[in-house]
């Protein structure tokens, strides 16, 4: 017995321990710097329970005892119970409809009493990864496949349609990481094209006047088939397809996004990515307000990017140093311990701060997928893939949440954001990835 555990904790890959070891320990630091009152003990407020940065400590040793059992836990457990974490997950997030607890508008918390709250669609993402790896372990799944295909998506997307009821659109969109997934599983690159193709004709949409984007549209097409002609002459398809290709994004431009912005997302919603492109939202046009909606308007949401950039452009190159950022230590960030954490971050410690953490998550994901690819279970490989995919999607989109690049939708830092729901989650998706990794000679199925 204490041989097969010697043999196991030689197989554990320990760079990623001390990578993720690294990573919350800048996260406490980042929650210290924002919250710490001077001429206070700061040894007693660590162990107080009080504030945010002592309980990150405790929900930090909530998760190394939980990391532990995961390490000692037999990896056929995972593969044996991958389905019925995920149906238990999706039980979960329908249980929050009748159970749960609103914070700030999104009623996607259960209370679990003394203070903390437990919010499903976070830990949902561990179980949307097992199931997902789970279904492309299967003998019988041929992912190039119509069928398989739509199965996939729907496990994927499922999730991610109860958060959207839940106004955590935040974590729905997180649920899209997983397409990087099955796109390196086989999905056709043609879905992500199109997909990406959407994106970029909304941000049009936004950007230039209606009738003018019709015209740019009405060019492109006439260009393209002038440059195609001669192909067009033997193959009259193509030209319908030009025709029928114009059509669709002249209608997506002129009546499918403005449906969207007025009668899908609420008011606040739409605001903050029409802010993003620095137009104005007429809520006046929202037909899916909610009550509340009204506190989400402009103002906050422009207030709360331009002093996320203040404080990173106060850092410059070497930072203010630790415990002297004006903008963080005064509070001019609103939710700086949790969305906007980056921003302390880099007042603090400034460019060569932000380069030598951003270098660390790099590494974390460079060897994750050094790991998915030395796998010989499709089990373990796609849910190392599902795991680097969820952390590069969260990494990605807080940044440029934090400097204005994109709409501010309560996405956390990957184990530096306040927050033991995020923490738990993001610690128990890489330390199953270790157990996993340790029994890579397996075949888990």
């Not at 990896?75 to 009748?98: H, P, Q, W």
């Not at 199109?194 to 949409?205: C, E, K, P, R, Y």
Request: proline share 3%.
């Amino acid at each position: 017995m204490t041989n097969a555990n010697n043999s196991s904790a030689r197989s554990i890959d320990w760079i990623v321990v001390w990578l993720y070891a690294m990573l919350t320990a800048i996260g406490i630091l980042c929650i210290f710097m924002v919250e710490y009152k001077p001429g206070t003990d700061w040894m007693q407020t660590f162990v107080s329970g009080k504030t945010n940065y002592s309980k990150q400590l405790i929900f930090t040793g909530v998760c190394a005892i939980v990391a532990i059992f995961i390490l000692l836990a037999d990896s056929k457990l995972f593969t044996a119970f991958a389905n019925l974490l995920y149906a238990f997950g999706i039980l979960l997030m329908f249980a929050t409809f009748f159970i749960g607890k609103s914070i700030n508008g999104s009623k996607s918390w259960i209370p679990l009493g003394g203070g903390f709250n437990l919010q499903p669609a976070e830990l949902c993402k561990i179980f949307t990864a097992l199931a997902l790896a789970k279904f492309f372990s299967r003998q019988e799944t041929d992912f190039s496949k119509l069928k398989s295909q739509i199965i996939g998506v729907s496990i994927s997307l499922a999730p991610a349609v109860l958060s959207h009821f839940q106004h955590e659109d935040g974590l729905a969109l997180a649920y899209l990481s997983f397409f990087l997934v099955l796109y390196r599983e086989g999905l056709p690159p043609q879905i992500l094209i199109l997909g990406a193709s959407f994106g970029v004709l909304v941000v049009a949409t936004l950007v230039l006047e209606p009738n003018t984007l019709a015209i740019i549209l009405t060019a492109i097409a006439v260009v393209t088939i002038y440059f195609l002609r001669k192909t067009i002459k033997r193959n009259k398809n193509i030209l319908m397809f030009i025709v029928l290709l114009w059509g669709i994004s002249v209608g997506i431009q002129k009546f499918a996004v403005p449906y969207i912005f007025n009668n899908v997302f609420e008011c606040y919603q739409s605001t903050r990515i029409y802010s993003m492109v620095g137009k104005d939202y007429d809520c006046n046009q929202n037909n899916h307000k909610t009550k509340g909606t009204e506190k989400h308007g402009k103002k906050p949401d422009d207030y709360n990017v331009r002093q996320s950039k203040i404080a990173i452009g106060s850092g410059e190159i070497l930072g203010s140093g630790f415990l002297k950022g004006t903008q963080t230590r005064g509070k001019y960030v609103p939710e700086q311990h949790t969305d906007f954490i980056f921003t302390s971050l880099a007042e603090a410690f400034g460019l060569v701060g932000c380069v030598i953490f951003l270098s660390i998550y790099l590494f974390l994901l460079y060897r994750i997928i050094a790991i998915a690819e030395r796998q010989r279970s499709t089990f373990s490989r796609v849910y190392a893939y599902s795991v680097a995919s969820i952390i590069f999607f969260h990494i990605a989109v807080n940044i440029c949440m934090t400097i204005g690049l994109f709409p501010i939708i309560g996405i956390p830092l990957p184990l530096i954001s306040y927050g033991g729901s995020s923490l738990l989650t993001f610690s128990i998706l890489i330390f199953i990835l270790l157990r996993l990794d340790a029994d890579r000679q397996m075949i888990l199925r």
